[in-house]
């Protein structure tokens, strides 16, 4: 019986050992699986590590270029503002306003006339001299063409025939509509001054009308109006010498 005993202790043992061996077993087992777990995540959270240090690098490149960008930018802007006053600044000095502007364009009127820029030069630089004029202003009458009218006495010369005059203007209408032969003197006519030894000149409007031609060292100032015969046209021209002429 003592020996039936000690063989249920062997066995009880054996159990007991055996249950222990597989507790151990078990935690060792789960032990494994939570290291492997861990090296499995701690290298999943490397790699995300990386990965993200990854990326702050290229945005940090990304800024840096975008910031040398923006400075360029910057830059180029401040030059082209610098560029833009300074045309700014060059057109306020060069380019004609108010008076200044209606006096250039009256010397560009001049040249186009064909009046030489040293001729312009002079009268310029001389304009604030006192003029001298003859007091004998000299009357010329002739006829405005229209376009309907032929024949003489359709020009005037002054200054020894150095200037010579001649008008056009549009025909006045009867009370049927038809044309006339003189002109309609409610309407603009244009008078031309050819100068015999260079270029022309226009004075154009409605009468009376001034215009002046330089000619040698003196200017002739002419005063045009309606003439009292129909169709005729009356110029009274005065001498005047120039300043600095003889």
Known sequence: MARGFRER????????????LKWLLLIGGL????????????ELARDDVRELQEQIGMLERDLSEQTGEAEALRIERDETQERLQELQRR??????????????????????AGVGSDRLRFLTGTAGEEVRCDGDPVQRRFIVQTGLTRGQNDWVA????????????EPALADNGLPEAWFDETKPVTVTFTKIDSGESEAVGILPLHHSVAHGDHEYRFVMTQAPARGLMQITAERCRLPGGQ
Not at 31 to 42: D, F, V
Not at 91 to 112: C, I, K, N, S
């Open 158 to 169: 002054f200054a020894d025939n150095a200037i010579v005059a001649r008008a056009r203007g």
């Open 91 to 112: 057109y306020d000095e060069d380019v004609p306003t108010g008076e200044a502007r209606e006096l250039f364009a009256l010397l560009r009127e001049q040249l186009d």
């Open 31 to 42: 032990l494994g699986l939570g290291w492997l777990a861990y090296a499995a995540g701690s």
């Open 9 to 20: 202790r062997k066995r009880e043992t054996a159990r007991r050992r055996l249950a222990v």
